[in-house]
């Protein structure tokens, strides 16, 4: 039985029993139409959809205040809800930009534009697998980024805007994030749920979910193909339903533990598969903690699964693609989208 047809049974049917989950998507998955904030949420709107993530600050056409009030007002006679976001808040990862001034003043210039539209939760993340692998152990930038958020926590609690923290491109495991919010304090900080990133840490998303579930505030929802590979397992980034993932399971875990968060579809596809090689001792440098428990879930996992064998553009990286291929990458991602919207709101019912 194939995934869609899955959807027309009763164990379908049974996911879909509970609390009403908002549907939404991240600005980040149409990055390619280099579209603001008032089109993005006028695209949200003419999919019927409930919220939008816009998880970056140049997704404005400008962060004045009036700009702001308009970008509130419209999503508000268009029926969505939004999501605040900024980018890398530890001074010590590769992916930081001083752009916006030191970590304080770019978390509170973040928190700032997510209250002014109104916005609950604002998306941030640390860094990426790059910071397992550098000079300073993963365990100083959680450090860094703790100094950050504790220099901003009265001014941060003022806003009603939660920092929700992704578990970003292999930078965190579930349990190492877990351990920062509760460090931080979950009354300011909170969880940005990737369902996709787990991947890069060797982690069943569902486990992910288990452990930073009461802890979510919004959420980066991605289906991924995962299979064995000669040098440990090799993974995917796809459309919804486009993987041998078992959502229901996931879905009523979410449910259950937070169903006050929005799902926001961040589909990404368009890029080549990335092997694990987690046969390779050198691999084990980068996760010299990880319980066996959670590997072994991991393992079974990719046991289950397959290769993603259907059509997708790929994307280089050595070179800019002909403008031809560039203008289908920026269609794929909005046809993935459009799909997995349909997709997961028959998931939802």
Not at 106 to 128: D, N, P, S
Not at 153 to 163: N, P, Q
Request: proline residues 8%; contains cysteine.
């Amino acid at each position: 039985m194939d995934r869609r047809t899955f959807l027309q049974t009763p164990l379908a049917a049974a996911a879909a029993a509970g609390p009403k989950i908002r549907l939404g998507f991240d600005s980040y998955t149409l990055r390619g139409f280099g579209w603001k904030a008032m089109r993005l949420i006028d695209y949200a709107a003419s999919r019927k959809l409930d919220t939008l993530q816009i998880s970056s600050l140049g997704d404005y056409e400008s962060l004045d205040p009036a700009h702001l009030q308009k970008v509130k007002d419209h999503a508000e006679r268009q029926g969505i809800t939004l999501d605040g976001g900024i980018g890398c808040i530890c001074p010590t990862a590769v992916q930081w930009n001083a752009r916006y001034g030191p970590p304080a003043e770019y978390i509170l210039t973040g928190l700032r534009v997510a209250k002014a539209v109104g916005a609950k939760a604002m998306r941030c993340f640390i860094g990426g697998a790059t910071e397992r692998r550098g000079p300073l152990p993963i365990e100083a930038h959680i450090e860094k980024t703790l100094e950050a958020l504790r220099a901003v926590r009265s001014r941060a609690l003022d806003t009603g805007v939660k920092i929700a923290i992704e578990n970003h491109n292999g930078d965190l495991t579930a349990r190492e994030m877990k351990a920062l919010i509760e460090a931080a304090g979950p009354d300011l900080a909170g969880s940005c749920l990737d369902t996709g990133n787990p991947m890069w840490l060797l982690e069943d998303p569902l486990l992910t979910l288990e452990i930073l579930g009461p802890y979510v505030a919004t959420t980066h929802v991605r289906d991924s193909a995962l299979c064995e590979h000669p040098r440990g397992a090799m993974f995917q980034w796809v459309a919804m339903g486009d993987s041998s993932m078992d959502w229901p399971p996931i879905l009523a875990l979410f449910r259950k533990v937070c169903p006050q968060a929005a799902m926001q579809l961040e589909i990404i596809t368009g890029r080549p598969p990335q092997v694990l090689p987690y046969l390779e001792p050198d691999f084990w440098k980068a996760f010299p903690k990880l319980p066996a428990a959670d590997f072994a879930r991991f393992v079974a996992l990719a046991k289950r699964g397959r290769p993603y064998l259907g059509p997708m553009m790929i994307g280089g990286t050595a070179s800019p693609p002909p403008p031809e291929y560039e203008a289908a990458l920026r269609e794929q991602q909005r046809v993935d989208l459009e799909r997995s919207i349909e997709y997961t709101r028959k998931l939802l019912g």
